[in-house]
């Protein structure tokens, strides 16, 4: 299992973090997003080409690169995908498994991208 974080947070301790997988850094801390996220995008998608349902997202750093990350793995996972919470007053992570995609009747049904 693959730890994926979204972005290099320095000075971070992710130790609690490790209890869930290897961990991987997406974007390093000086990168952002700015006008175009192409690259971004491009990066994010090559790191994330082996993801599977049991790696987590740890999501940290700029909003822009977080959005992208959960898209993209939302995308590779039909829909769905696992991040790592944070519990400040535990001080611990919790998994968190997202489900995007909903039919009507509130029923799940798989990407159709």
Not at 44 to 64: C, E, F, W
């Amino acid at each position: 299992m693959t730890v994926y974080i979204t972005q290099e947070m320095r000075g971070r301790d992710l130790s609690d973090a490790t209890s869930f997988g290897d961990l991987e850094i997406l974007i390093p801390a000086e990168q952002q997003a700015g006008y175009s996220t192409d690259s971004i995008v491009d990066t994010i998608t090559r790191k994330l080409q082996d993801y599977t349902g049991s790696d987590y997202i740890l999501l940290a750093g700029d909003p822009a690169i977080i959005a992208i990350t959960a898209a993209i793995a939302a995308k590779q996972g039909n829909g769905t995908f696992k991040l790592l919470k944070w519990d400040r007053l535990e001080e611990k992570y919790y998994p968190l498994a997202v489900k995007i995609f909903t039919n009507e009747l509130g029923g799940r049904y798989p990407y159709r991208g």
